[in-house]
């Protein structure tokens, strides 16, 4: 090997190594900040969770009841509930009138603040359950709105349950009053819980 070949070869291996250097560090530099980029749209995500104004629908709900009740005309509509946020669908006046009807019937079984029986897992010799809490810590959140509405006002009897009916007691107004008197006992987890998966 001459002179110029020794200079040649260790020069190509500098160069290489130094390029070796370059790639890991901008591979790096590229790690970082994709990582960067996945906080920041997370941090987005949440954001808009707090900016969106979702309770559109739910007070589209409400008030086609109130319509249709007007009307005598009342089905319960199927509707899609993607939406994600604190905003609750009801007003205040309602967890009010909601409440005063609670404590009028509802509260014999479910309790106060719709705290429920604790035994309420525990079925009951002479079949069904025990009344379940209504205040977001039983499975309450697991039916949407309409399936909440029908329960109360067609009752759970047929189910083998003490769960009556309270369409000839109750106007479908009322027994969205109802709803939204146990709904402002959930927590915003809940709540929100409850919106995803409807
Ligand atoms: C005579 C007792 C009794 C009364 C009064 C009563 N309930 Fe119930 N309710 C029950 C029982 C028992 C269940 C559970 C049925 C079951 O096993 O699924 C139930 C279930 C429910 C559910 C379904 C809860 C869930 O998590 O699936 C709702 C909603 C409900 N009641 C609302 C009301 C409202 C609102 C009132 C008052 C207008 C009321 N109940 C009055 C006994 C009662």
Redesign the pocket.
């Given at each position: 090997m001459n002179l110029k070949s020794i200079v040649t070869l260790s020069l190509l291996l500098s160069s290489s190594l130094f390029l070796s250097c370059v790639d890991s560090t901008t591979e790096i530099k590229e790690k970082i900040q994709e990582e960067r980029n996945t906080q920041i749209v997370e941090v987005n995500a949440e954001a808009n969770i707090q900016e969106t104004e979702p309770k559109t629908e739910f007070k589209q709900y409400n008030s086609t009841i109130a319509a249709q009740e007007e009307a005598e005309i009342f089905i319960v509509p199927q509707h899609n509930l993607k939406t994600q946020s604190t905003n609750r669908w009801y007003e205040l006046d309602q967890i009010e009138k909601g409440k005063k009807?609670?404590d009028q019937?509802?509260i014999?079984?479910?309790l106060q603040n719709a705290e429920g029986t604790e035994n309420w897992q525990d079925s009951l010799d002479e079949g069904?359950?025990?009344?379940?809490p209504?205040n977001g810590s039983?499975?309450?959140w697991?039916?949407p709105l309409a399936q909440?509405h029908e329960?109360?006002k067609y009752g759970?009897i047929e189910?083998g349950?003490?769960?009556?009916a309270?369409g000839s007691?109750?106007t479908d107004k009322q027994?969205l009053d109802?709803?939204a008197s146990?709904q402002s006992y959930w927590d915003d987890e809940t709540y929100n819980d409850w919106i995803k998966r409807h």
């Open positions: 009807l609670y019937t509802c014999a079984c479910h069904g359950y025990p009344p379940p209504l039983a499975h309450t697991h039916h909440l329960v109360i759970l189910y349950t003490t769960m009556p309270w007691v109750y027994i109802l709803i146990f």
